[in-house]
């Protein structure tokens, strides 16, 4: 059941990372600080016991020293040990230069609700992380009766697009499960 748990939601992790990757080539920065105003702030915390990711050039982020790597050199992905089925990866793809950032957002949504049994709306957050604006991606999927709850980051930097993807079972962030949640805001807000 563990495994079942596991290899469900990495599927479903990898599918929403293919479709918010999948769409186009390059370009600049995200905007200047003007576009940061209103914006609810995510500040890095103190987490000095945790581990850092920077294995992607240009990004890092810090996790829970005792996550499992079970990805790969290009696709990296973890997994938390005390909560099963609670994943967290990252991947990498030019950014279309046809695009704006709220538009490559935009663009990927219904490719995500294509792919997916979604349960209600994909809400969408831009944030200001870390002085850097962001996208924070929200949604319930459902896949071979399991509900999970799904967290995507997304910064543009050196005209690249850069994806956080968080998932843990419905039942674990409902119950927070070991912490989960204060775990997974503490990655995000670690991300830059």
Do not use: H, R
């Not at 918010?20 to 915390?45: F, M, R, S």
């Amino acid at each position: 059941m563990k495994k079942t748990k596991l290899g469900l939601l990495a599927i479903i992790m990898l599918i929403a990372v293919m479709l918010l990757t999948g769409c186009g080539n390059n370009d600049t920065t995200t905007g200047g600080k003007g576009e940061l105003d209103g914006l609810t702030v995510y500040t890095a915390e103190e987490t000095p016991d945790w581990s850092t990711f920077d294995k992607i050039s240009g990004i890092e982020f810090k996790y829970p020293s005792n996550y499992k790597s079970i990805g790969t050199e290009s696709m990296p992905m973890y997994m938390d040990p005390d909560v099963a089925g609670a994943t967290l990866n990252v991947v990498t793809s030019s950014f279309p230069s046809s695009l704006s950032f709220e538009g490559y957002v935009e663009a990927s949504i219904p490719g995500i609700k294509s792919q997916m049994t979604i349960e209600g709306d994909v809400n969408v957050d831009y944030i200001n992380l870390n002085g850097q604006k962001a996208a924070k991606l929200d949604y319930v999927a459902s896949s071979q009766g399991q509900t999970m709850c799904v967290t995507q980051v997304l910064i543009k930097k050196n005209g690249n697009a850069y994806i956080l993807t968080l998932g843990m079972l419905k039942s674990d962030k409902d119950a927070n499960t070991s912490g989960i949640n204060e775990k997974y805001e503490k990655i995000i807000k670690s991300f830059k």
